[in-house]
């Protein structure tokens, strides 16, 4: 079985700019997480969304929004990026909410 | 979901076993205790959760102390590809709750193996 694919891998934007992240779930999976990670801060939560319903929200400014589509594939978007915004984005699934999650590769964004 | 406190950092012999505890004093009864662990610039990856009982699987055993306020990561034979950051996570795995299904990544522990 496939594991989590996230695309692009890398990407590199500039301040003002917005991105849009994809992820694609284990077959199967309804629930996927986005958590960002930075050297910083570490591994923080971003959203969690389960049948297309975004169910729990983390502490991040309206810029960074999401959706779950019917195929519970999932976009991140961040709008008017900020040089803080440079992180590792990381999509994480599992079968259902609150069950062992499983982490794709990350999108590494880099904003200049 | 409970806070959890583990070592900055480890290291282990190639070929020995690498224990690693956490602590979790204020964990609730109806928190698991998850493990895992991250490789330089990959995603997380799923080690073990459990309960209250000792759990084993392919990669690790899981010793959860009888009051559920500590336990201990144990790779019985760590090689160098076990070099990496391991998180212990406590939380809800079912009922209601309003943190759901997040997880509360502390800073984790870097266990280095070497040769």
């Known amino acids: 079985k496939a594991g989590v694919t996230q695309t692009p891998r890398y990407l590199i934007k500039t301040r003002g700019q917005q991105v849009t992240l994809s992820c694609s779930p284990i077959?199967?999976?309804?629930?996927v997480s986005w958590y960002q990670q930075t050297p910083g801060q570490g591994l923080q939560f971003l959203f969690e969304?389960?049948?297309?319903?975004?169910?729990n929200k983390g502490n991040f400014p309206g810029r960074f929004s999401g959706r779950q589509f019917s195929n519970s594939r999932s976009e991140m978007n961040v709008s008017t990026l900020e040089l803080g915004d440079s992180a590792l984005y990381l999509c994480?699934?599992?079968?259902?909410?609150?069950?062992?999650?499983?982490f794709g590769p990350g999108t590494r964004l880099t904003v200049l | 979901d409970a806070k959890t406190t583990q070592p900055t950092s480890m290291d282990c012999a190639e070929g020995r076993a690498a224990n690693l505890p956490c602590n979790h004093s204020?964990?609730?009864?109806?928190?698991?205790v998850y493990w895992y662990r991250q490789i330089h610039s990959q995603g997380p990856q799923y080690i073990i959760h459990?309960?209250?009982n000792n759990e084993t699987n392919e990669m690790a055993s899981l010793i959860i102390t009888e009051d559920r306020k500590s336990s201990t990561l144990i790779l019985p034979h760590a090689t160098l590809r076990d070099t990496a950051v391991y998180y212990c996570?406590?939380?809800?795995?079912?009922?209601?709750?309003?943190?759901?299904?997040?997880?509360?990544f502390g800073r984790g522990t870097q266990l280095t193996v070497w040769p």
């Open positions: 459990g309960l209250k």
């Open positions: 204020t964990i609730s009864g109806n928190e698991y």
């Open positions: 996570i406590v939380r809800v795995a079912s009922g209601r709750g309003s943190t759901l299904g997040r997880l509360y």
């Open positions: 969304y389960f049948s297309e319903t975004q169910r």
């Open positions: 077959s199967g999976h309804r629930s």
């Open positions: 994480a699934s599992s079968l259902e909410v609150r069950q062992e999650q499983f």
